[in-house]
């Protein structure tokens, strides 16, 4: 037999074709979810960018906490967003995020640089929540695409893909420092653009895939995955704490800048040699069929499928009301009432509403807290900056460590949950009795316990309601957390600190006057506040405990069985059709 040699065109189309294999892939369009995240960190520089709205609007503090509190609103408002979900493509999601993220930021630049006409403080507060609200695009389009695809790996995609978005505002930092310098009008352009542009990029990768089977190597894929996140992690809180102690020129931010956007596209890296080494092994498959008598194929039985899962039966003439209340088996798919209703879906908002009122208020406060115990300068910075990257490790850990805890031992996802809220109201009680080192302490545990949260909460969702309404489900778990932030940041918190202030003022003989700022000094401003919330932590531990045994026979199941049925599926139709 002669060999004709390839061409120049047969080479090119080669190329061609494994470019377009690659782009197709579900590596692929998990490595752009990665990038989506990563860009998506406008609302976690808002303290970065907030003092210069204060400044050139004149505003004041109560003002400017009314402006944090229309963020929060406006970062987890997200069930009409879900509901759109529903009924459009992910690219589509995508898109209008971008659109919204542009136009929200935009505005906020040009009222700060003065462009436009001062405008009235609703309005600044409705660009916020809109600027902000492409958040939830994300989150929508990407986390529930990627759940889906992956349904038998959710636990750790979903830890790596939050851990990506913790990481999101320490990454936008990095590439303006390195492109405009410290500047924060700029700052906000950047946050206009940048996360605009990336999900317009990649937006049309993100679409729904038939689930496949689990390849052999791919548990050790993603492990890859984590260890590209984690040595961003660790190379970012290396710069951060380097930049902190020693004066930048504008060529180091950029050697910096340019260092973390290669550890942000590694997995890019790892994605083109799987699919390289996908490629090698279908090129020899085909060799080989090649240079082989093709014999007549045995006829073989089918074994005999099992019976389907029984499911309740639906009365036509059933009301849709009482239909409501004929809720199907844990696992299986749920109607968005059904599950509201559900008592499941009440412990899931009472860990959402007590794991982030405490955590953001402590988060929120962490710099007044510092000082008002007697911590300054760098110090104050460096618990902020343990803060953003524990909660990094929180959310990639409890991914990877619940989906290992789950396939081995069989624990319940919820038991997670409890873990973050009991080691939540640990991180509070070392700041309300403090000792020598213990806010160090404090921030890494509050970090990591804040972390921890949300990718359960993704995961639980998906698990016991089914993924059919996935989407709006994601984020009517989310919607308490605006109200959890206003109820222990501002009404107790917030109270609490002012009434203390007013009381030292009066104890050294002076009179607070209207407008004038309020500043505490002692153990006393946070105790109070910090012991409320170290009890509603600890509560909302103890009803966590009675989600895992609520949910224990459950997870002793296959709970999988589903997708892998689905896979086989998959495998044996793409093998009769080749």
Known sequence: ???????????????????????????????????????????????????????????????????GFFKDLGGNFGAPIGLIGEITPPWLVLLLGSCLNFAGYFMIWLVVTGKISKPHVWQVCLYIAIGVSSQNFANTGVITTCVKNFPESRGTILGLLKGYLGLSGAIVTQLYLAIYGNDSESLILLIAWLPAAIPAIFACVIRFMKVETRQPNEGKLINQFLFASIALAIFIMVMIIVQKQ??????????????????????????????????????????????????????????????????????????????????????????????????????????????????????????????????????????????????????????????????????????????????????HLLIVFPTPGSVYFASVIIGFAFGVLLPMLYALVSELFGLKYFSTLQNCVLMVIPIGSY?????????????????????????????????????????????????????????????????KKFYKSDIYKKFAKDAVAAETELTTTS
């Open 1 to 67: 037999m002669t060999t004709i040699p390839a061409d120049n065109s047969s080479r090119r189309f080669s190329v061609v074709k494994f470019v377009a294999q690659v782009i197709k892939g579900r590596w692929f369009m998990l490595c752009a979810s990665f990038f989506i995240m990563g860009g998506s960190g406008g609302s976690y520089v808002f303290g970065s960018y907030s003092e210069v709205i204060k400044s050139t609007q004149g505003y004041d503090q109560s003002t400017l906490n009314l402006l």
């Open 246 to 427: 020693t004066v930048f020129s504008k060529a180091a931010y950029a050697g910096s800048a340019t260092l973390v956007c290669i550890l942000l596209i590694l997995p890019l890296f790892i994605t083109i040699r799987q699919e390289l080494s996908l490629w090698n092994s279908k090129e020899k498959l085909a060799r080989t069929i090649n240079g082989v008598v093709i014999e007549k194929p045995q006829i073989v039985e089918p074994a005999e499928s099992p019976p389907p899962p029984k499911e309740k039966a639906i009365d036509p003439n059933m009301s849709w009301f009482a239909n409501i209340f004929n809720k199907p088996e844990r696992g299986e798919d749920h109607t968005i009432l059904q599950a509201l209703i559900s008592i499941d879906m009440l412990l899931l908002l009472i860990s959402s509403f007590a794991g982030y009122g405490t955590n953001v208020t402590v988060v929120d406060n962490l710099g007044q807290i510092s000082k008002s115990l007697g911590y300054t300068g760098n110090t104050v910075k460096s618990f902020v900056s343990l803060v953003s990257i524990w909660n990094y490790f929180g959310r990639v850990l409890s991914g990877f460590g619940s989906e290992i805890l789950l396939r081995k031992y069989k624990v319940p996802r919820p038991m997670l949950l409890a873990f973050s809220h009991f080691l939540t109201c640990i991180g």
């Open 487 to 551: 109820v222990l940041n501002v009404r107790v918190t917030g109270f609490l600190y002012d009434r203390e202030a007013k009381n030292q003022l009066r104890k050294s003989g002076k009179e607070w006057m209207k407008g004038t700022e309020l500043t505490c000094i002692g153990i006393e401003c946070y105790k109070h506040s910090l012991m409320i919330m170290a009890c509603i932590s600890f509560f909302a531990g103890l009803t966590s405990l009675i989600f895992v045994m609520r949910t």
